[in-house]
């Protein structure tokens, strides 16, 4: 389990995030959601290591992430930042494999993470020259590749805004991608997403932060309601549902003049 118990995080007087607790486990695909400035990507920072926590700690399979290598956090999770690295003159598969570079060979780690990220076709290409979509496959299979090289029993995937400059049709092609990587290998994932119908499509569960506080977590169809979400974001919203193909969406209201 990935847990977060009561973090807060401050940095330079201002107050970030406010005593967030969530749970991840192995197989589910998490989602946070939240308006800008709400602290979902420092959240993520605490949950990945990346950042220690003003209050409260982070544990990950049974031991607190705090003081912890880079080395035996390389084994638990694998993180993808918003705007990743994409190195001059590297090819795709030089990208790939580098999301092991601490974790010894990788070859048989790479192979099926590009077969899970369908990178294969991208592997001797310029991954610089790649489009945002492919780019954006290559590196979740830059990370599926060093979570798939690690023996560790449990293991996690932090996604920081993957869809972001994405098209609506690969940004959920995306998210069914991950989810289904989830259930197929047992891995806990948790991404920071903005699209309110992408989370109801895909996420088992869901974190609504607001302000840099939680304002509901558990199961996706009791947190994203009309009222809560409309009290986060400050605007009216339409719920629509199709009883044909079992949906929900939400559609913004026109201001009110």
């Not at 880079?70 to 494999?97: D, F, M």
């Not at 099926?112 to 294969?120: K, V």
């Not at 991608?177 to 499509?201: P, S």
Request: charged share 20%.
């Amino acid at each position: 389990m990935l847990e977060a118990r009561a973090v807060s995080l401050s940095r330079q007087g201002r107050l970030l995030v406010e005593s967030v607790s969530l749970r991840v486990a192995p197989g589910e695909l998490n989602i946070v959601l939240g308006p800008n400035g709400a602290g979902k990507s420092s959240l993520l920072g605490m949950l990945a290591g990346l950042h220690a926590p003003s209050a409260g700690e982070v544990w990950m399979a049974g031991r607190r992430l705090r003081g912890q290598s880079a080395a035996e956090l390389a084994r638990q999770r694998a993180v993808v930042e918003q705007n990743p690295l994409t190195p001059a003159g590297w090819s795709t598969l030089e990208l790939i494999q580098s999301g092991a570079y601490l974790l010894g060979d990788a070859t048989d780690a790479c192979r099926r993470a590009m077969e899970l990220s369908c990178t294969e076709e991208l592997a001797q290409r310029q991954a610089r020259t790649l489009s945002g979509g492919e780019q954006q496959r290559a590196h979740l299979a830059r990370a599926l590749c060093q979570l798939l090289a690690s023996a560790d029993a449990e293991r996690y995937l932090l996604l920081d805004e993957p869809t972001a400059a994405l098209d609506f049709a690969m940004a959920d092609a995306l998210l069914a991608q991950v989810a289904r990587i989830c259930r197929e290998l047992n891995i806990g994932a948790l991404a920071v997403v903005h699209d309110l119908n992408l989370a109801l499509r895909h996420a088992d569960n869901v974190l609504l932060l607001n302000e840099g506080r939680a304002a509901g977590f558990g199961p996706t169809a009791e947190i994203m309601r009309r009222e809560k979400l409309e009290a986060v974001y400050g605007v009216r919203l339409a719920e629509l549902s199709s009883r044909e193909h079992a949906l929900r969406a939400f559609v913004p209201l026109p201001h009110s003049h």
